[in-house]
């Protein structure tokens, strides 16, 4: 495989699933946050 | 959502790899198969960034949070998505402009202002009280909008050097394959409608917890 190719579709999977991780990490703490707090 | 961004995801790469065509404009090179996550990301940023103004608008007409909610959630994954749109345009530049950049391409200038306005829009977002500095936000988030048809259209307003108008252009030479594109395109739209829809829980959530912590963090 082309290096710029592998470059491209390594950045694309790497900031998205990243992205998602982030997103979903973050929601299950303000969730956890919140459920102590009730 | 996350079962359909699966689905046309490993769909589109099963046809970027293993069915779309390596040359276009003449050059055969592995690196021409980036161009198909480019136009697609190209694509659901103007999605995001279309939804961050009209999201934008509601929430001036109606002051919903939810509107700044799903305003500032798009504009955040707009900026996402147009940073990796710069990032693998460039990659495919390479190969076939042999150039990471060109400053003489109106669509590669005028795409950059577009990142920058929307760096400022979170930038704004992240320095405003979520109570009462919304509309700020909100007010940016229209008037910076203004960028993103002027990039799209900027092939068509001045003489395109590099890139070249694809839409309802008879004699555009790119060898894309419409089905992949196609494909691509429904990939990531499920992909932006699924982690928007994630983003706005944060935002409820976070609002919610706002609420019983009487505005502390």
């Known amino acids: 495989m082309e290096p710029l190719l592998l470059f491209g579709y390594t950045a694309l999977f790497v900031a998205l699933f990243g992205y998602a991780a982030y997103l979903q990490r973050k929601l299950g703490r303000v969730e956890r946050r919140l459920n102590d707090l009730r | ?217």
């Not at chain 2, 910076?144 to 050097?161: D, E, K, N, Q």
């Open chain 2, 1 to 217: 959502m996350k079962w359909g961004t699966l689905l046309f995801g490993t769909l589109s790469f099963a046809l970027v790899f293993g069915y779309a065509s390596k040359t276009m404009y003449g050059i055969e090179h592995g690196g021409n198969l980036l161009a198909y996550w480019h136009i697609a990301l190209a694509w659901v940023a103007s999605a995001a960034l279309g939804t961050t103004f009209v999201g934008s608008v509601l929430f001036l007409r109606y002051r919903g949070r939810f509107w700044s909610r799903l305003a500032h959630s798009a504009g955040e994954l707009g900026f996402l998505f147009a940073t990796l749109t710069l990032l693998l345009g460039s990659a495919w530049g390479k190969v076939i402009w042999n150039s990471w950049w060109e400053w003489t391409d109106v669509r590669l200038v005028t795409f950059l202002i577009v990142w920058f306005i929307y760096a400022g829009y979170l930038v704004v977002s992240s320095a405003t009280d979520p109570n009462t500095g919304d509309r700020y936000t909100a007010v940016y988030g229209v008037v910076g909008f203004v960028t993103v048809p002027i990039s799209y259209a900027s092939t068509r307003l001045w003489t395109p050097t590099f890139h070249e108008t694809t839409i309802g252009n008879p004699e555009v030479s790119a060898n894309i394959d419409p089905t992949t594109l196609l494909v691509t395109f429904v990939a990531a739209t499920f992909l932006y409608v699924y982690l928007l829809g994630v983003r706005i829980q944060v935002h409820e959530v976070e609002d919610r917890l706002r609420g019983l912590t009487g505005g502390r963090r």
